[in-house]
């Protein structure tokens, strides 16, 4: 468990918080470039990482990401007009271009200059993979984008979606890092001959307390998932977590690789990113019942920025659990995977106080990766270290697993190859 204050430093992602100067390190993702479709289109309220921003696609296709509050006496930005490359605001006139300068004062006298002493804040933004990123933080140059391999992918190639989550991104990215629920939480009691089973064979696995193999990394921390799968084989599931929010989790019949970005909102809550990707060929279909990315699965969006990319199945209608589902098919009776993990995460209340909890041996994962952010931003902020992977982009070339293996082999070794991304091999899927 962790101490009241180190859950507080962990958990607080505001500017000038001890974690929230680490996560401003790193690029994060901001939109998917679709939801700004044309230049001088509809400006769009964002918030990220506590700051509510104004993100528009100026006359030249470029996104720029600017604040709330015009810099004259505040009013919104979400109301101004996008037009001639800049945002102007319909207060008094002023405009202002994707780098925050003020490039018109019509209120002004013509022959003043104060145009130029005037800047609003804005964050630099880099288009790649069909999303919007944007690096809030300190450098004057930022780093390299993260060699992500589903970046790099056609578009075809991959499935994207997002749902807003009302829980600390911590305690949601939790979730991804631990085995063990997966075999509760998203198990099914019906027979398992069905085709539930060909998505991920694992659901229905006998084994249900894994083995932890825990490997710290440049980029962060994997573990493979040890579980007996008969006499002379072990089944492994590998799980990478990448600093500060992207997690891969195993293929289990999906046919490409699957992972998550965990973008904190606020400090209540988290924008999760589902990707995946196959890196030989076009994506096919995901099945509705494991991702509920269908577009009839969110409630009609609006402005405010928690108002986007909300499930229909929500707190307010218990996630409609079936009682009698849960009876008779599964373990919980809530319908979907993603719908059963946002019921658990965010019963816990919007930031769990971690110093209550009792934990196993299958949460070495979880203890280890809050241990990872943790002496990251405290190195960061008492000793200036750059946090691990902001100026190596390549050590995100990674992929994960899931394997059958005989019981005497070195599972790092006999898997070295096959989490490699950008390798033109196929994803490893047992």
Not at 35 to 48: F, K, Q, S, T
Not at 190 to 203: C, F, I, K, M, Q
Not at 270 to 275: A, H, Q, S
Request: net charge negative.
């Amino acid at each position: 468990m962790l101490s009241k204050e180190e859950n507080e430093l962990l958990t607080r992602v505001g500017a000038g918080t001890v974690m929230g100067d680490l996560l401003r390190q790193y690029w994060l993702p901001a939109v998917v470039s679709e939801e700004l479709p044309e230049p001088d289109g509809a400006p769009m309220r964002i918030r990220l990482l506590g700051e509510d921003l104004i993100a528009f696609r100026d006359t030249n296709g470029r996104v720029g990401l600017i604040q709330n509050h015009c810099p004259h006496r505040g009013a919104s930005l979400f109301f101004g007009r996008n037009e001639e490359a800049g945002l102007r605001c319909v207060y008094h006139g002023w405009k202002f271009d994707a780098q925050g300068n003020c490039i018109d004062m019509p209120n002004e006298p013509a022959e003043s200059d104060f145009k130029s002493k005037v800047k609003a804040v804005a964050y630099p933004t880099l288009e790649r993979g069909g999303v919007v990123w944007a690096y809030m933080g300190p450098r004057t140059e930022p780093p390299a984008l993260p060699e992500l391999e589903w970046m790099a992918v056609p578009a075809e190639n991959r499935v994207m979606s997002k749902t807003l989550r009302e829980c600390n991104w911590v305690q949601a990215l939790e979730g991804d890092i631990d085995t063990a629920h997966l075999y509760f939480l998203h198990s099914r009691i019906e027979s398992p001959d069905t085709a539930y089973v060909a998505s991920d064979p694992g659901v229905f696995h006998e084994d249900r307390h894994p083995r932890l193999h825990l490997v710290r990394t440049d980029y962060g921390l994997m573990y493979g998932a040890q579980r007996d799968q008969d006499e002379d084989h072990y089944y492994w599931r590998i799980t990478q977590f990448m600093m500060p929010i992207h997690t891969l989790f195993p293929p289990g019949g999906l046919g490409g690789v699957p992972g998550h970005i965990w973008v904190p909102i606020d400090d209540e809550h988290t924008m999760v990113w589902f990707l995946i990707w196959n890196p030989a060929g076009p994506a096919g279909p995901v099945e509705h019942g494991l991702f509920g990315s269908h577009p009839e699965s969110y409630l009609p969006n609006t402005s405010d920025p928690l108002g986007q990319w909300r499930y229909v199945a929500n707190r307010t209608n218990d996630y409609q659990i079936d009682r009698e589902m849960q009876r008779t098919k599964t373990y919980t009776g809530i319908p979907t995977i993603p719908l059963q993990d946002q019921a658990i995460t965010e019963s816990m209340g919007p930031i769990y106080d971690r110093n209550q909890e009792h934990l196993g041996s299958t949460d070495a994962m979880v203890i280890q990766v809050r241990r990872r952010l943790l002496d990251a931003a405290c190195a960061l902020r008492e000793e200036g270290i750059t946090p691990p992977g902001v100026d190596h982009p390549e050590q995100y070339r990674v992929r994960t697993a899931s394997v059958v293996l005989d019981r005497g082999a070195d599972w790092q070794a006999a898997t070295q190859e096959v989490l490699k991304a950008f390798s033109g091999l196929p994803v490893a899927n047992a």
